[in-house]
């Protein structure tokens, strides 16, 4: 499986950077999207020449709009330039996320636009093939495991607004056919997450890591911020790749990271 930076930045991006929003792209050739920012429809329809109906599925971590901002267009433009099956019938993107954000993405987010089409009242399910994702459970998707990561992203006043990054694992069978996978195979991206050592257990597991990372000198105190990993251990940063970040650090690689994603890196996964 491929995963391919549509873009590496973050909330304030311009178009020439994007916002850090992926695509896995799968031996099949069906494509996931994870998160679809403000930045990135036009980056993927104009710059990387891939057509909305060529999407299979979307997952999203949470709701800022540099990972949700771009669901409106995207999902009006498969209702109104629907991709058909065999039998003519409509085929709905798959829609992966947590349940109650789910349910928070649709009330807070998207029903505002996507709600009122002339002469019917839409919903979410109107749009998309839901699949919402119990905590503490994972989802399959074209021969990968795929498992939601709770992070704290935001502390708002006397609540958390977490984010949900990914844990991506093939699936194995044995000989009885019984699917597995191995934790140390992993690829962990974070999406975003204040710096917390307590996910060091899923540093260790991955044998590929790619971490959001601020470069700027104000620490926005909801991302880690590049001196806050460079306290991580050699073992983990080697694994490191760095995004949704401002400025590229010069000394990454004597710091021992693998690298900072730039825009339209494609990683073999």
Known sequence: MKLTFIGRGGAFAPISVGNSNMILTSESGKMMLVDFGTTAPYIMRDEMGIDFKEIDSVYITHQHSDHVGGLELFAFSRYFMPKLDGN??????????????????????????LESLQGKIMTLTDYFEC?????????????????????????????????????????????????YTVKSEAVYI???TQFDMGLMEFYKNSRMIFHDCETTPFKSNVHPNYVDLLTLPVDVK???????YGQKIDSFEQDGFAGFVEKGQVFEL
């Open 131 to 179: 699949k919402p994702v119990n905590e503490n459970k994972s989802f399959d998707w074209e021969g990968y495991r795929f498992f939601p990561i709770q992070t704290v992203h935001v502390r708002s006043g006397y609540i958390i607004k977490n984010s949900y990054g990914l844990a991506i694992n093939k699936i194995h069978y044995d000989n009885g056919k019984h699917a």
């Open 190 to 192: 974070t999406s975003d």
């Open 238 to 244: 080697k694994k490191m790749w760095l995004y949704h």
């Open 88 to 113: 003519g019938m409509f085929v709905k993107p798959k829609l992966y996320c947590i349940k109650t954000l789910m349910k928070e993405l649709w009330d807070n987010t998207l029903k505002g636009g």
